[in-house]
């Protein structure tokens, strides 16, 4: 398959059975959740430049961490719980909410909530499980190859000082 007439978005849409179940996720969600809410976290080590990435089983690239929020509970309680799942990132202080995005790829009524976390301990490196396959710090002049687009806008407005835009 050729890239040279791929946007980046296409980059990182599966095709085949990934794909597949991809968008059965998201369509057991819409069923379940007609308006979704997640969060997602910019974790920085302000030490080491560096900023804390998960790469899922289930669809291509590099992605801030983070996830759904569950019925009856907090944005804040989402994020806490999504960072010890996909990274043993324990909160030590209130992360700062920077911004929140309409993401019309899940679907038209999903909305993702991007908070800054600077206060945090990481209680033992992530082993790779059935969701998440690699899970690190990398340094912001060092990012994978294949960090997604959204997530790349979303470190540049958090923290390279970019305008924030209202879509994912």
């Given at each position: 398959m050729t890239m040279l007439n791929t946007s980046p978005e296409d980059r990182f849409r599966q095709t085949g059975w990934p794909g597949v179940r991809a968008r059965l996720f998201h369509l057991y969600?819409?069923?379940?959740?007609?308006?979704?809410?997640?969060?997602?976290?910019?974790?920085f080590d302000r030490?080491?430049?560096?900023?804390?990435?998960?790469?899922?089983?289930?669809?291509?690239g590099w992605q801030l961490p983070g996830g759904g929020v569950e019925p009856g509970e907090t944005m804040l309680?989402?994020?806490?719980?999504?960072?010890?799942?996909?990274g043993n990132i324990e909160?030590?202080?209130?992360?700062?909410l920077k911004s929140i995005h309409h993401n019309r790829h899940a679907s038209r009524r999903d909305h993702v909530g991007?908070?800054?976390v600077t206060g945090f301990r990481q209680t033992a490196p992530h082993v790779p499980d059935r969701e998440i396959k690699a899970a690190g710090f990398f340094a912001l002049d060092a990012l994978p190859e294949n960090?997604?687009?959204?997530?790349?806008?979303?470190?540049?407005?958090?923290?390279?000082?970019a305008?924030?835009?209202a879509w994912w």
């Open positions: 969600f819409l069923l379940a959740r007609p308006m979704t809410l997640g969060v997602r976290g910019v974790i030490d080491a430049n560096a900023v804390f990435l998960i790469e899922h089983t289930y669809v291509p309680d989402a994020l806490a719980r999504e960072l010890m799942e996909e909160l030590t202080a209130p992360p700062e991007v908070y800054l960090t997604t687009p959204g997530t790349l806008r979303r470190i540049e407005e958090v923290l390279g000082g305008g924030v835009s």
